[in-house]
């Protein structure tokens, strides 16, 4: 599995873009894409959700967390051998639940807030991707666009996520919740 600064690295090169442009298209500065790229630095969930639109691609990608080809049998992830992404700054997690997936536009994630903690201002996704959210312990303040929105545990919501979003837990213990990005009417055939 390929580190993340490689990864980075390797779709920007791919797509043709100096550290410059990508850190304006992610609206992250050079310096900082720079320590990402050399695995001198660990990006927040913030930074790394604007990287990864700035490449045109999803998060799990940047962290090789896609199978290496289609599934057409039972795969089971047992949980300590997912990839788990831990924001250093505020200690919220994010787990992919199902990479088989990926293939068809769909992330199944898990994430865990810590008491007081919040994912940060999330970049815009391209026009055609919905998320959807299940709060399954604690309580989950959405900022989606202009409106704010307040789960409770058992509560869902869908949305386009073509505005920018963010999460926050109100509570004093953990909360946690699923999501499901849906890009699959945006994918290329």
Known sequence: MKALGEMIRVRRTELGLTLEALAERARVSRAMLSDIERNMKNPTIKVLSQIAEGLKCSVSYLL????????????????????????????????????????????????????????????????GVEEHITVVQGSLEC???????????????????????????????????????????????
């Open 143 to 189: 900022t989606l666009g202009e409106q704010h929105i307040l789960l409770e545990m058992g509560d869902s919501v869908f949305f386009p996520a073509n505005v920018e979003h963010a999460f926050y837990n109100t509570d004093q213990g953990v909360c946690t919740y699923f999501l499901v990005i849906d890009a699959s009417h945006t994918m290329q055939e």
């Open 64 to 127: 090789s967390e896609q199978p290496e080809k289609p599934v057409d049998s039972i795969q089971i992830i047992r949980a300590g051998e997912r990839r788990v992404l831990v924001d250093p700054r505020s200690g919220v997690e994010r787990h992919l639940l199902a990479p088989a997936l990926q293939h068809h536009g769909i992330e199944v994630l898990w994430y865990m807030l810590p008491s007081g903690q919040g994912t940060g201002n999330l970049p815009p996704h391209q026009p």
